[in-house]
């Protein structure tokens, strides 16, 4: 029996104006799964992942997240998922314990705030960083840290923007050992990323140039729907110079 997918595409579209962003693209993920969503800048990545996350509209097609439809609920979407930016995006001037307890606040944790700051803590390699400020730590304690707060209330989808950009190759390792913790736990993580190299780590990833999906599958397969020999860096670049 096919799993049901935890995100479900089907022929999603916007249209800004005369501009179409994203058209007609459609892809599935299951509950577990590190899928990367690859593309050039204005290949349509950031307006994709903004409808899935329940931020904007769709103009045609849906979309289901976590159960919720990303037009009909986009306040439910919003509550089963974590979202971490590429801009770090915490308080410097509190430690990570604040940090910590002020996103437990956001999502309403209530009594659980505490339970969950701890298993956060211990997830992310922080235990022994609870009263730094976040403004002292390290890129990659940094990172870490802005993936507990995102995953504090349990979501089961995460969406990830360029989350190990510019950190050292260590702490990328890390971070990605992390992920991997998590997925196998359960958890859905939806990952953008520049690096070619980690895109090889995804189960499945879809490509996307002028709004279109030009390749989706495993990291071996996507590397064979665009010809013997192509490493999925030659595809970024030959999709990049596409979009010039």
Not at 83 to 103: C, I, K, P
Not at 141 to 147: I, N, P, S, V, W
Request: aromatic share 8%; net charge neutral; glycine share 10%.
């Amino acid at each position: 029996m096919t799993a049901t997918p935890v995100v479900d595409v089907r022929g999603l579209s916007k249209r800004f104006g005369a501009l179409l962003a994203v058209d007609d693209v459609s892809f599935t993920i299951l509950r577990g799964e590190v899928f990367g969503l690859l593309g050039p800048n204005g290949s349509g990545k950031t307006t994709a992942i903004r409808m899935l996350c329940g931020l904007m509209t769709p103009s045609a097609g849906s979309a289901s997240v976590a159960g919720a439809d990303v037009a009909r609920e986009p306040d439910a979407v919003k509550a089963r998922i974590g979202y971490m930016s590429q801009a770090f995006g915490l308080y410097r001037d509190l430690t990570v314990n604040e940090n910590l307890a002020f996103y437990g606040g956001v999502y309403e944790l209530g009594a659980r705030r505490p339970e969950r700051a701890a298993w956060a803590r211990q997830a992310m390699r922080l235990t022994e960083f609870g009263d730094r400020l976040a403004g002292v730590l390290s890129g990659g304690q940094r990172q870490r840290l802005a993936l507990a707060c995102a995953m504090i209330h349990a979501p089961r989808v995460v969406f990830l923007d360029e989350p190990t950009a510019g950190v050292d190759p260590a702490a990328r390792r890390l971070f990605w050992t992390i992920l991997r913790e998590r997925a196998a736990e359960g958890v859905t993580m939806i990952v953008t990323t520049h690096y070619m190299d980690e895109a090889e780590r995804f189960d499945r990833l879809v490509f996307l140039s002028r709004g279109r999906v030009k390749a989706q599958g495993t990291p071996a397969e996507v590397k064979r729907q665009f010809g013997e020999g192509m490493s999925l860096e030659d595809i970024f670049v030959s999709l990049q110079e596409h979009e010039a």
